[in-house]
T-cell receptor, first 114, second 113 residues
Framework: GENVEQHPSTLSVQEGDSAVIKCTYSDSASNYFPWYKQELGKRPQLIIDIRSNVGEKKDQRIAVTLNKTAKHFSLHITETQPEDSAVYFCAASDSGGGADGLTFGKGTHLIIQP | KAGVTQTPRYLIKTRGQQVTLSCSPISGHRSVSWYQQTPGQGLQFLFEYFSETQRNKGNFPGRFSGRQFSNSRSEMNVSTLELGDSALYLC????????????FGEGSRLTVL
């Protein structure tokens, strides 16, 4: 089955700086890579996703890049703000997304220092 | 449109007991999946139901089971509870299971004493 590794487990950055979270996956058939954000005490919510037919996707201050050859993908957050503090989960799926075969990483706790 | 609703939100059980958790998906969503969340372990997939059929199952023992009703509401059951079953159990719904986005409920926090 799919295995997703996520690093780092904790990331502390100064407000205004950029943050990068990296994930690797094992199944070359995976073709859908979402990122979920979970604020303290709240439910995970999708913030961005990418499919294997593109290499990069941006949405305002967040972007995701995908390297299919190396089987890794990354989340980039620029100009970090206090509200970016949360746990971020990457995931991979080989069936288009949703619940089918979605495997999550263990999460990265992002701390934004004022 | 109402979100995913999970009940109960909090519960305390003792070892050996059993527990049933309920999940009402977003109206129109036919896929319901369940995850166990514990500190440092992320979101571990339990199972997924679509139109009352279990389509996928994670690597959990047989003590964990679930079902889905004709109105798409789902329940999961854990029998013979162990201390290690203490966790936040999250339910997520999606339209078909292949549309990309999962909509999570707020979870049911189970404590086993």
């Amino acid at each position: 089955g799919e295995n997703v590794e996520q690093h780092p487990s904790t990331l502390s950055v100064q407000e205004g700086d950029s943050a990068v979270i990296k994930c690797t996956y094992s199944d070359s058939a995976s073709n859908y890579f979402p990122w979920y954000k979970q604020e303290l005490g709240k439910r995970p919510q999708l913030i961005i996703d990418i499919r294997s037919n593109v290499g990069e996707k941006k949405d305002q201050r967040i972007a995701v890049t995908l390297n299919k050859t190396a089987k890794h993908f990354s989340l980039h957050i620029t100009e970090t703000q206090p509200e970016d503090s949360a746990v971020y989960f990457c995931a991979a799926s080989d069936s288009g997304g949703g619940a089918d075969g979605l495997t999550f990483g263990k999460g990265t706790h992002l701390i934004i220092q004022p | 449109k109402a979100g995913v609703t999970q009940t109960p939100r909090y519960l305390i059980k003792t070892r050996g007991q059993q527990v049933t958790l309920s999940c009402s998906p977003i109206s129109g969503h036919r896929s319901v999946s369940w995850y166990q969340q514990t500190p440092g372990q992320g979101l571990q997939f339990l199972f997924e139901y679509f139109s009352e059929t279990q389509r996928n199952k994670g690597n959990f023992p047989g003590r964990f089971s679930g079902r889905q009703f004709s109105n798409s509401r789902s329940e999961m059951n854990v029998s013979t509870l162990e201390l290690g079953d203490s966790a936040l159990y999250l339910c997520a719904s999606s339209f078909q299971g292949d549309t990309g986005e999962l909509f999570f409920g707020e979870g049911s926090r189970l404590t086993v004493l």
